[in-house]
């Protein structure tokens, strides 16, 4: 299976050059509060959140999926909140022609490359939502630096069935890249009013392993231990390995360019939810592909460039891939 970094290796290899491509180049710029046409490639838990918020905002908001699930794919996306449900249209497409001003991604890592050949347009905007840090480098090789505006976003979330979406934790936490803030500064403020904290910031490395710092300690966990949270917090062996995988992918942070507070990353668990679970843990035990390589890869390999230990980071890892394997 193709990974990520495979995007910028098989582009060069000519499989989808950008110059072979036949794309549909029409470029939007400076909307002010128009409605905009968005584009969700990765139809799960995280797309069809974003999808439906954007359209209960107004927004122009069109799907892509799969073949075999178009023609049962309803026209209203459905999301299940704490504050209650919110009902709103979407077309459905399995190939993306028409002109678009946003093209948000949601797809698994290990999924980005296949999904983008639905893509045949050239969005004015591309917002990569994936885990990790490696897409963003990929995504601007195939696209240029400046349509790709990296971004994060927390939340736990589902997939119940097509179209239909649960959210499970009470806020939203949407970060983007400074660099998006002209085209999408007034739809993001506008979140704020459905339960979103929005933040654009200046320092990429900062937006992205700001993430990872508290994902890849969270999942590689919940994972390895089996338990919530607040179970790892309580527990007297899996806490000390959540607190070494934080000082760990911290320190791989900082010396890749990033300001992270280990402190501050420890403080968010201590006011997590108790029950809460990563998507890694909830992958493995229904015996789905983890986003392994995505989530700790980046913490491996910038340990390794830059002479860091990350111990405990390896024995999490380890201890996942044999849960994978017996799943």
């Keep these: 299976m193709s990974s990520v970094t495979d995007l ?27 409605v905009m046409k968005h584009a969700i490639l990765g139809a799960g838990a995280i797309g069809g959140l974003i999808g439906t918020v954007l359209s209960s905002l107004g927004e122009d908001i069109t799907v892509v999926v799969r073949a075999d699930k178009l023609a049962s ?24 022609t028409e002109s678009i001003d946003v093209l948000w ?14 893509v045949q347009v050239l969005p004015a905007c591309i917002v990569p939502l994936l885990n990790g840090v490696d897409h963003v480098v990929a995504l601007r090789a195939r696209y240029g630096n400046e349509r790709v505006v990296p971004g994060t976003i927390a939340v736990e979330a589902e997939s119940a069935a097509p ?31 459905l339960g979103f904290a929005c933040r654009f910031i200046p320092n990429e490395q900062t937006l992205l392993w700001g993430k990872l ?8 966990v919940t994972t390895a231990s089996g338990m919530s949270v607040g179970e790892v917090l309580a527990d007297d062996t899996w806490r000390p390995e959540l607190s070494s995988a934080i000082a760990e992918a911290c320190a791989v942070a900082n010396a890749s360019g990033a300001e992270i507070d280990a ?10 939810p108790p029950g809460m679970r990563s998507s890694m843990q909830k992958d493995v035990a229904a015996g789905r592909q983890p986003e392994l390589d995505a989530i700790a890869g980046p ?15 390896a024995k999490l890892i380890a201890a996942i891939r044999l849960k994978s394997v017996a799943a």
């Design 213 to 220: 710092c508290f994902l890849g300690p969270f999942a590689l």
């Design 105 to 118: 991604i949601a797809t698994k890592t290990y999924q980005l490359l296949s999904a983008l050949e639905a």
């Design 8 to 34: 910028e290796a098989q582009r060069k290899g000519g499989s989808r050059q950008m110059g072979a491509a036949s794309y549909n180049c029409d470029v939007v710029i400076g909307f002010k509060g128009a």
């Design 299 to 313: 913490i491996v390999r910038g340990a390794d460039h830059h002479g860091i230990e990350v111990s405990a980071t």
């Design 73 to 96: 794919y309803p026209a209203e996306l459905t999301l299940e909140r704490p504050s209650g449900l919110l009902t709103a249209p979407a077309k459905a497409v399995t190939t993306l």
């Design 163 to 193: 179209g239909r979406f649960i959210q499970r934790s009470p806020v939203v936490r949407l970060n983007l890249a400074t660099s998006g803030e002209p085209l999408l500064g007034t739809i993001v403020g506008r979140l704020g009013n």
């Design 263 to 272: 402190a501050q990353i420890q403080a968010v668990f201590e006011n997590s």
